[in-house]
């Protein structure tokens, strides 16, 4: 039922006393403890005398406003408080209490003038001496202070051991001035990681209390899930225990809000809904205080204003409705306990101005229930409702309040409030939730809610085993499932969990590599897990186990966990998610391979996707064998390799393992069938493992996991560089080209170059040193093509400390101190013809740029991306990706086919796209290979390339001189 039937135009409302309870009612009073408070945004500070007045109108008892320290001290020893002291002025005489705000940084005490919000800050001292002025002017006039506003959106690389800085160093200094002050701290919505990384990284124990801003809780309260923002108190009281702080510590609310769209009177009484259900729903949890965002606020473009009052200075209904509430419930509402008086409305009782007041909303519409005689229904708006002595009244799914309620129904309540909602269930003791696809878009939930998606229009089904799914559409921008693992489960602290995602292809026209992974609430905030799903191309449904270590589930943004295909370059069908908390039993598995395509004839490629489920950690001195066996046990064909965290994208050998090997048959191999088998070994020896379901365990730890049939018959595989050109620069932008059109600006080590002829960090590797340039070697320029040359010196011998006979060259395009061309992001490109022969090693590769020169640079990550790294076969060469800072050292690498003699009988342009999500390899065009990029990746990449010999094949065979030639060497970023 809509708003507009039930408002009933009528004069003044007149509030009925409840009989019988009359020591309930109270006188209010207007006082510091006040609940109903407004925030306000910068525009505020333009007319905030005009805005005060209204406030105190509706019965509002705190503004949070404050000008910042920028405006306060623009210089150093100057100081302006003529708009504070205005402000405060003005409160007082609204009878408003201020919640004050150390706001921003000065410019001349930012990192980056004339920023205010860069960080780190230049002198802490700075700070202090801010915070002690403006303490000590307003002492005895502004009691509460909260220490900056959502660090992690209004700071430029700001950290939350900075922000911990700035709030011991706040509470030292305003409580030496005025002992009874009291400090709060806050960050971006209900960011519960953030601020525990704040108390343990240096604010423990310097804040009297807690703000937080949860705007995107309110819009999951709009779309029907209550239950997350019921929780906040529970998750806060969880992350103080885990930290070590008072469970006491009050929270407060110092932003929520709602945007309502002028000139749209349902979107405007959506606002005035969402305000009595922001307030009362906090007011349940026992929150101390909630700020409004906004009074009076701006146009946030088509979406509207936060403001309780129009830009033309007219009441919003959510004024009214706010108006209403502190009416109704008083300066600060006394919760009494909850009443459900029909099957889906949520009931809360209140202590009221003038006797008990019920607040009262359906979950959906259509639920009925027959008031008992004398009780009185308000609208939101404040405005009597019509109700028939004997028909029965329908719940809205607005709030209405109700007041002269039954000495019962009080009663009732009280009986309550100490016990779960009548409409929530308790999990606590579930080994596991579920959720499940369903027809009609009601789906199957046991603890586990799919919230805010598409509204029934992704429904897909049904399917051979009658069942429905939910499908994303990429074409619609409509990425992730979310969803909210009921508190009672999971929340704050519990940190190991296991989610299980039944899923299919939309379709087996799907592109290579789709799939899907998660992205979570952890211990750091938000992150994608370090594990991605290509879901096989096959019928029916598949099931994979997502192993999460750092789970903090808190409801930052409303939602704990996604099913994300934002990686992905195709489209997945889910069907189920389960939820459990792992088993402490650990066990490792081997399940098995697949081998593609079934049947291979000689100098063929095939793929070999091996599976696992992990110990739970295994210790990375494992590596794992594979071996190739014919029927006599002997080895035609081995495959030993380190767990591919690089492929899997996953911190740890933990959990379920999925990856994909290739490899070359041997053309001496003869037809037949050949085993497959598998273990994993370290120095000590091969691990003992658990052989599931169609693995075969045979002697001496080895696992049969598949079978190898080689046809000299069987159609081959073609090339990978012979597929279809898929390559699209249509959104980028060259930003380098060296077309070798000039003369070659080069020298041994910079600086001022475009190119250094050796490697940044005084590497040299394989069989053949890198010579500083001269006029004729070991670089020339002809026509537009540069030549590289490797050439055989044997004087050279005499003197080199490894006496490599051989000498060649190399290109950076850095120098040691970093300087140069780099670029962390965009498409990169080399044309060249590359030489022939076993042993020799051209390569064009991407590597970390930053000072070489700083010992500490590179520690936080570096990488090293080799495009192309060809080791004269003549129809393979290879690609691969390392990551050599935070050690250990990881890496993944695959074969690249291609015709015989291509790469080294012409020119061919050997690319690599470099995202935040993948890495993707190109051979004139034609996408050959691509990897998750890794989380390591966070510098811009130099360019190199050069003729090396060697990389462990045999060089004793290569005749002098060797020329690998280049025509072009080009860099693309995204256009702007």
């Not at 509030?15 to 309870?21: F, R």
């Not at 210089?75 to 209490?97: H, M, P, R, T």
């Amino acid at each position: 039922m809509s708003i507009s039937k039930l408002i009933v135009v009528v004069g003044v409302i007149v509030l009925v006393s409840l009989a019988g309870i009359a020591q309930l009612a109270r006188k209010e009073v207007q006082s510091e403890s006040g609940f109903f408070c407004i925030a306000t945004g910068a525009e505020t500070l333009g007319y905030y005398q005009q805005l005060f007045p209204l406030l105190s109108e509706a019965k509002v008892s705190f503004v949070r406003i404050f000008p910042e320290w920028a405006h306060i001290q623009p210089e150093q020893g100057k100081w302006d408080f003529s708009l504070a002291d205005s402000i405060v002025k003005s409160a007082k005489a609204n009878k408003l209490q201020i919640l004050g705000i150390f706001l921003y940084l000065a410019p001349w005490a930012s990192a980056k003038p004339p920023s205010t919000r860069a960080f780190p800050i230049k002198d802490i001292r700075y700070w202090r001496e801010y915070v002690r002025e403006v303490v000590k002017r307003y002492k005895g006039e502004v009691k509460y202070w909260e220490v900056y506003n959502e660090f992690g959106s209004f700071s430029e690389n700001g950290t939350p051991k900075d922000y911990a800085e700035l709030v011991r160093n706040a509470y030292e200094v305003a409580k030496e001035i005025d002992p009874t002050c009291k400090v709060g701290i806050n960050w971006n919505e209900f960011d519960l990681s953030s601020l525990q990384q704040v108390i343990e990284q240096g604010a423990s124990g310097h804040f009297d209390f807690v703000c937080v801003h949860p705007y995107a809780m309110l819009a999951r309260v709009m779309k029907g899930r209550e239950e997350a923002f019921m929780g906040m108190v529970g998750q806060y009281r969880k992350m103080l225990k885990l930290t070590g702080q008072r469970e006491d510590i009050p929270l407060w609310v110092s932003e929520i809000g709602y945007q309502a769209v002028e000139g749209k009177p349902e979107s405007e009484l959506k606002q005035a809904e969402a305000i009595v259900k922001a307030y009362v729903l906090c007011a349940v949890q026992g929150i101390e205080k909630v700020f409004w965002f906004e009074g009076r606020g701006p146009n946030y473009g088509p979406e509207g204003s936060f403001g309780i009052i129009r830009q033309d200075w007219s009441k919003r209904p959510s004024f009214f409705a706010l108006q209403t509430l502190t009416q109704l419930l008083g300066h600060q509402p006394q919760y009494l306990g909850w009443l459900q008086i029909s099957p889906n409305s949520r009931g809360f009782v209140f202590r009221g101005q003038k006797g008990a007041v019920m607040v009262n909303w359906a979950s959906v519409e259509g639920d009925k229930v027959k008031l008992p005689l004398g009780v009185q229904a308000v609208d939101m708006l404040g405005k009597p409702i019509s109700i028939g002595k004997e028909k029965e009244f329908a719940i809205p799914t607005q709030p209405i309040f109700l007041v002269n309620l039954p000495q019962s129904w009080v009663a009732r309540a009280i009986g309550n409030k100490k016990r779960l909602f009548g409409w929530f269930k308790d999990y606590s003791s579930a080994k596991e939730i579920s959720w499940r696809a369903s027809k009609d878009g009601k789906d199957e939930t046991n603890g586990l809610y799919l919230i805010d998606w598409q509204d029934g229009k992704d429904i897909v089904g049904p399917f051979e085993d009658g069942s429905y799914g939910r499908r994303t559409d990429r074409s619609r921008k409509a990425f992730y499932l979310e969803f909210d693992v009921d508190d009672s489960f999971a929340g704050v602290g519990d940190n190991e969990l296991e989610v299980t995602v039944v899923a299919r292809l939309v379709n087996f026209e799907q592109p290579e590599g789709t799939g899907c992974n998660l992205i979570y609430e952890s211990t750091k905030g938000y992150r994608h897990i370090d594990d991605w799903w290509t879901i096989p191309k096959a019928p029916g449904w598949h099931r994979h186990t997502f192993r999460i270590k750092d789970a903090n589930f808190a409801n930052c943004w409303g939602w704990n966990f996604c099913v994300s295909v934002v990686a992905s370059p195709g489209d997945v069908i889910v069907k189920e998610v389960i939820v459990r908390k792992p088993s402490k039993e650990a066990t490792t598995m081997v399940l098995p391979a697949t081998v593609t395509p079934k049947r291979v004839p000689q100098g063929s490629a095939f793929k070999v996707r091996f599976n696992w489920e992990a110990e739970s950690p295994l210790q990375d001195a494992y590596k794992i064998f594979v071996h190739f066996l014919d029927d006599n046990d002997r080895i035609v064909m081995q495959g030993d390799h380190e767990p591919p965290l690089m492929q899997t994208n996953l911190p740890q050998w933990n959990g379920r393992i999925s990856y994909e090997i290739k490899f070359i048959v041997p053309r001496e191999l003869a037809d037949g069938s050949y085993r497959i088998v598998v273990g994993l070994y370290n120095k000590e020896g091969r691990l003992k493992l658990k052989a599931g379901k169609g693995v075969v365990e045979e002697s001496g730890f080895r696992y049969r996991v598949g079978e190898l049939v080689v046809d000299s018959k069987a159609s081959p595989v073609p090339p990978d560089t012979q597929g279809k050109r898929t390559l699209d620069l249509s959104g980028y932008e060259l930003v380098f080209n060296e077309d070798f059109e000039t003369p070659l600006d080069v020298s041994p080590w910079g600086p001022g170059t475009r190119w250094i002829a050796h490697t940044p960090w005084h590497g040299d590797f394989g069989d053949a040193a890198f010579a500083d340039p001269t006029p004729d070697f070991p670089f020339t320029v002809k026509d537009g093509i540069l030549r590289i040359e490797a050439r055989k010196d044997e004087n050279f011998a005499k003197t080199d400390p490894w006496k490599r006979p051989w000498r060649s060259g190399l290109l950076c395009s850095n120098d040691p101190k970093g300087k140069g061309f780099s670029l962390q992001y965009g498409y990169f490109e080399m044309r060249a013809k590359l030489p022939s022969g076993i042993g020799v090693w051209p390569a064009f590769w991407l590597v970390s740029s930053y000072d070489r020169t700083d010992p500490n640079a590179g520690k936080d990550g570096s990488v090293e991306i080799d495009v192309i790294e060809y080791y004269g076969f003549p129809d393979t060469y290879q690609s691969v990706v390392h990551v050599w800072e935070p050690k250990p050292h990881r890496a993944v690498g695959t074969v690249i086919t291609t015709r015989p003699n291509e790469v080294s009988e012409g020119f061919h342009n050997y690319g690599c796209l470099v995202t935040p999500e993948w890495i993707v390899m190109y051979f004139d065009g034609v996408e050959v290979w691509r990897v998750k990029t890794p989380p390591e990746h966070n510098k811009p990449l130099m360019i190199l390339l050069n003729l090396a010999l060697g990389g462990g094949w045999p060089i004793d065979k290569l005749q002098s001189p060797i020329y690998m030639y280049v025509d072009w060497v080009r860099a693309y970023a995204k256009r702007k």
